[in-house]
């Protein structure tokens, strides 16, 4: 196959219909696309600390989940809320009974499900920001059920409401990331997302260690009072936060997006306003012509199809990789003898570890890019739980391979927070069209999330000692799941690396390898040449030009 490509004859005849004064939106395009991928990572910085500071406070919010998270599969053995909520045993003790930790622990997966539907309609209809404000203030309301549940019903229906805007926080941050930042900074902040989501743990599991021995209902009403720090900050954050310049072109709403750009960047020329503004005209008459409209089923239609089913894919991946299994390192550790206590504190150290491989993602990604560092990813994971179940085969006795075991789950979470975890956020944001970055989004975090329902019932059953009772040799099964994920990551994963939003658009029209798309060269400027711009200016096709000296 030929290593360039261009947009197709039809989509370039229909953007000179759609576009007024098309040649000088073309060059003005053009310039613009020159501009973001010669800038470098130092450049970004320096001229868009703003739209980090935005993406970085609107991300902020996933800490709330991954804190509730770990909060409440520690709570289940947890004394004070064994007795609040559980039944009483024959010896006096009380426990939390299977069934209702499968329903606590999916009842907030089943809230995320309805809030990301939600989100998929409401963000592309009212935009990220009134979405995001609308959602912090229902987390507001629903954090006051779980801190004054009496019952365990109850605490479902908080876990559920919760879920909700929860949902609306997975897909709505990656997005939002994905539309106010360049291409150089592009990376940096999707894969923050994943940041967030370990920190949160981080926390949660420093809170717990805090709590365990408080003698009363404080020591899980506490932590759940914690989730109240969050909210209130994000949400004054978001009433002055920017809209996504995309939505408000997508919206016909150009000279907004002007003033977005301008907030966004710092003292930017007229000439640089007008360019980017011209390259998120020109992206989106070109989606315009490869797909109409922006409803669900346009997702799987022609090429979008191929865009939803790797979005889904790579995403469905963190769950199928086998990363239900990392969270039992301490499992293995306490088998070996450590204690309880200490094993708990391990935990810690596993969710630091984790946080420290997004902050090396960030590095790796510059110079492999998301590709290979994914599917490099899945290899090493793969060779390390062949080794995890090899060993579930040596007696439990034997501390020895307890600990190795262990020991391996917390390398496992290394190189699953350093590759996978965090570039999954990137592919699933760079890969979807700007028309459905929205849907496409939501849909690839609804397969992960029922995914995840499944694996929360199948890994008690798996390590049970009255089910299966595998042990480690259910690394076997998780290494069986990630050889089928990286199979297909190498046939149907590509390299968006440096690409603009236009330059997919094009290697997806023009159905380019997944395994070529890093070495094609694209033109999505076909036959406009470098023809001088006509009398007319960008402002007579947007509408006057505000002053923008002041704007901040």
Same mark, same amino acid.
Not at 60 to 66: F, H, K, R, W, Y
Not at 291 to 300: D, L, M, N, R, V
């Given at each position: 196959?030929?290593?360039?490509?261009?947009?197709?004859?039809?989509?370039?005849?229909?953007?000179?219909?759609?576009?007024?004064?098309?040649?000088?939106?073309?060059?003005?395009?053009?310039?613009?696309?020159?501009?973001?991928?010669?800038?470098?990572?130092?450049?970004?910085?320096?001229?868009?600390?703003?739209?980090?500071?935005?993406?970085?406070? $609107?991300? +902020? /919010?996933?800490?709330? !989940?991954?804190?509730? %998270?770990? =909060?409440?599969?520690?709570?289940? #053995?947890?004394?004070?809320?064994?007795?609040?909520?559980?039944?009483?045993?024959?010896?006096?003790?009380?426990?939390?009974?299977?069934?209702?930790?499968?329903?606590?622990?999916?009842?907030?997966?089943?809230?995320?499900?309805?809030?990301?539907?939600?989100?998929?309609?409401?963000?592309?209809?009212?935009?990220?920001?009134?979405?995001?404000?609308?959602?912090?203030?229902?987390?507001?309301?629903?954090?006051?059920?779980?801190?004054?549940?009496?019952?365990?019903?109850?605490?479902?229906?908080?876990?559920?409401?919760?879920?909700?805007?929860?949902?609306?926080?997975?897909? $709505?941050? +990656? /997005?939002?990331?994905? !539309?106010?930042?360049? %291409?150089? =900074?592009?990376?940096?902040?999707? #894969?923050?997302?994943?940041?967030?989501?370990?920190?949160?743990?981080?926390?949660?599991?420093?809170?717990?260690?805090?709590?365990?021995?408080?003698?009363?209902?404080?020591?899980?009403?506490?932590?759940?009072?914690?989730?109240?720090?969050?909210?209130?900050?994000?949400?004054?954050?978001?009433?002055?936060?920017?809209?996504?310049?995309?939505?408000?072109?997508?919206?016909?709403?150009?000279?907004?997006?002007?003033?977005?750009?301008?907030?966004?960047?710092?003292?930017?020329?007229?000439?640089?306003?007008?360019?980017?503004?011209?390259?998120?005209?020109?992206?989106?008459?070109?989606?315009?012509?490869?797909?109409?409209?922006?409803?669900?089923?346009?997702?799987?239609?022609?090429?979008?199809?191929?865009?939803?089913?790797?979005?889904?894919?790579?995403?469905?991946?963190?769950?199928?990789?086998?990363?239900?299994?990392?969270?039992?390192?301490?499992?293995?550790?306490?088998?070996?003898?450590?204690?309880?206590?200490?094993?708990?504190?391990?935990?810690?150290?596993?969710?630091?570890?984790?946080?420290?491989?997004?902050?090396?993602?960030?590095?790796?990604?510059?110079?492999?890019?998301?590709?290979?560092?994914?599917?490099?990813?899945?290899?090493?994971?793969?060779?390390?739980?062949?080794?995890?179940?090899?060993?579930?085969?040596?007696?439990?006795?034997?501390?020895?391979?307890?600990?190795?075991?262990?020991?391996?789950?917390?390398?496992?979470?290394?190189?699953?927070?350093?590759?996978?975890?965090?570039?999954?956020?990137?592919?699933?944001?760079?890969?979807?069209?700007?028309?459905?970055?929205?849907?496409?989004?939501?849909?690839?975090?609804?397969?992960?999330?029922?995914?995840?329902?499944?694996?929360?019932?199948?890994?008690?059953?798996?390590?049970?000692?009255?089910?299966?009772?595998?042990?480690?040799?259910?690394?076997?099964?998780?290494?069986?799941?990630?050889?089928?994920?990286?199979?297909?990551?190498?046939?149907?994963?590509?390299?968006?690396?440096?690409?603009?939003?236009?330059?997919?658009?094009?290697?997806?029209?023009?159905?380019?390898?997944?395994?070529?798309?890093?070495?094609?060269?694209?033109?999505?400027?076909?036959?406009?040449?470098?023809?001088?711009?006509?009398?007319?200016?960008?402002?007579?096709?947007?509408?006057?030009?505000?002053?923008?000296?002041?704007?901040?």
């Amino acid at each position: 196959m030929d290593n360039k490509v261009q947009a197709d004859q039809a989509v370039v005849d229909n953007l000179h219909h759609e576009l007024e004064h098309y040649s000088e939106v073309v060059n003005s395009a053009r310039a613009a696309t020159q501009n973001e991928k010669q800038m470098t990572l130092r450049e970004g910085l320096r001229r868009y600390p703003k739209a980090i500071a935005w993406s970085v406070l $609107l991300s +902020t /919010a996933l800490i709330m !989940e991954g804190f509730d %998270v770990v =909060l409440l599969s520690n709570f289940y #053995a947890l004394p004070q809320f064994q007795e609040k909520y559980g039944v009483q045993l024959a010896d006096g003790s009380y426990t939390i009974t299977a069934a209702w930790q499968a329903g606590l622990s999916n009842g907030a997966n089943v809230g995320e499900i309805i809030g990301l539907v939600i989100n998929g309609w409401a963000s592309e209809r009212f935009g990220y920001r009134k979405t995001m404000i609308a959602a912090m203030s229902l987390m507001i309301v629903f954090i006051f059920i779980p801190f004054f549940s009496n019952s365990i019903v109850t605490l479902l229906v908080g876990e559920i409401l919760q879920g909700i805007p929860w949902g609306v926080f997975q897909t $709505l941050t +990656t /997005a939002y990331a994905a !539309e106010v930042t360049p %291409v150089a =900074l592009r990376p940096y902040l999707t #894969a923050y997302v994943n940041l967030c989501w370990v920190l949160g743990q981080v926390i949660a599991s420093g809170v717990l260690r805090g709590v365990l021995d408080w003698d009363s209902q404080w020591a899980f009403r506490v932590p759940f009072a914690l989730q109240w720090v969050w909210p209130l900050p994000i949400l004054i954050g978001c009433i002055f936060a920017p809209e996504s310049p995309w939505w408000l072109v997508r919206h016909e709403r150009h000279e907004d997006a002007r003033h977005v750009i301008c907030r966004l960047n710092t003292n930017p020329t007229d000439d640089e306003v007008d360019d980017a503004l011209a390259l998120m005209v020109h992206t989106n008459a070109i989606e315009k012509s490869l797909a109409e409209g922006t409803s669900w089923a346009q997702c799987f239609r022609g090429v979008d199809r191929r865009r939803t089913e790797i979005a889904v894919g790579v995403w469905s991946i963190q769950n199928l990789c086998g990363s239900a299994f990392m969270g039992y390192s301490t499992f293995f550790l306490e088998q070996a003898g450590m204690a309880a206590s200490n094993a708990f504190t391990m935990s810690i150290a596993q969710y630091a570890i984790g946080a420290c491989g997004t902050v090396t993602s960030w590095l790796l990604m510059r110079h492999v890019g998301r590709r290979k560092l994914y599917v490099g990813g899945l290899c090493a994971m793969l060779t390390l739980l062949v080794v995890i179940g090899c060993m579930g085969f040596i007696s439990q006795s034997n501390t020895g391979a307890q600990w190795a075991i262990g020991g391996m789950l917390l390398g496992y979470t290394a190189i699953y927070d350093a590759t996978v975890g965090p570039v999954c956020y990137c592919l699933v944001a760079e890969i979807s069209s700007t028309r459905l970055r929205a849907k496409t989004v939501v849909i690839a975090r609804i397969v992960y999330n029922i995914v995840g329902i499944v694996n929360a019932v199948i890994m008690p059953y798996f390590l049970n000692t009255t089910k299966l009772n595998w042990g480690a040799k259910t690394g076997l099964f998780w290494a069986g799941m990630c050889a089928v994920c990286l199979v297909w990551c190498f046939f149907r994963v590509p390299e968006p690396k440096g690409r603009t939003y236009g330059e997919l658009d094009v290697l997806f029209e023009n159905r380019v390898s997944a395994r070529k798309f890093a070495q094609t060269e694209v033109d999505q400027f076909a036959d406009a040449g470098a023809a001088s711009p006509p009398q007319a200016t960008l402002d007579e096709k947007y509408g006057a030009k505000a002053d923008i000296a002041h704007i901040e």
